[in-house]
């Protein structure tokens, strides 16, 4: 049982890994939110993937606990420390428990089976998958770019990223002329629109409502570099292998920044803590707590992290 949220989702894809390697014979079962659905769709040692769409009164537990009551599991890995989990039959029962200590989220799952070494997020793709993406990002270098994040606080506003993308492609910078993949959801369409309109579309890649996450996982890993906001798009990036840079304001990067050998964050001139506990912060607004990151920190820490990555030969 895993998180409703994608980017929770990715992270835990590690720890369904270590499982499947260490019982080579055993099958899956995972339960998910809906929109993490596809993530594990591809991959071929899991038997069902049940949708938690929530329900009036937590029936979506209930709905959970019938399909799931008449099999005995051989083990139970809740990442929800949920009370449903408890009256499964089953022989071994590993519950995530949440800490304070000040340690990535990667980590805190890796500890659920007592794991000594971070079971690195990964994204399962098919050969489809590769065909397609190869068709919609052609070769060549592209900057890749996730502008949106489920909440309006963590979105660093859309004219920052263009002006990102602008100083990255020009002449003689360290992507020139490299096109730009946009990504983001159908609904999000609106959130990336003065980013779409200030693009030259001859170099311009729109990707926004055309890719699940599979996909979307395969397009990313054809760029040379991806730059977005701290969002469910960011660990999937990192998780397919692409250079990944996480962009961070009202969210604690110690926890959720991209986990990777390739990875980066940058972060606004105030901290997590100063931002949520400042005099106007209200969680449920949707006005952008990112406007105070600038363009030129972001470009030099994209710079910073191709600088250390080889090219492909």
Known sequence: MTSNRVGDAILSTGLLNHLLEQYPTATAT?????????????????DEIIALKKMRFAGHWLRLWVRSVGTFWNIVVDLRASALSWSLPHARHFIFKSTDEPVHRVVSLGKTLGLSEPPAPLVW?????????????????VLALGPTANWGGKQWPAVSFLELAQKLTQPGAVL???????????????????LLAGLPPERTIDLVGRTDLPLAAA???????YVGNDSGLMHLAAAAGAPTLGLFGPSPEQYYRPWGRHTGFVRTPESFEQIVNAKDYDYRSQKSRMTSLAVGPVASAAEELLSHVELPA
């Open 30 to 46: 995972v339960a998910c939110g809906p929109s993490a659905v596809s993530l594990f769709r591809p991959c071929n040692r899991i």
């Open 125 to 141: 793709l098919s050969e489809d998958h590769a065909s397609r993406a190869q068709d919609l990002v052609p070769d060549g270098s």
């Open 176 to 194: 020139a002329d490299a096109r730009v993949a946009v990504f983001g959801a159908e609904g999000e369409r609106d959130m990336v629109g003065p």
């Open 219 to 225: 397009c990313i890993r054809r760029c040379r570099l």
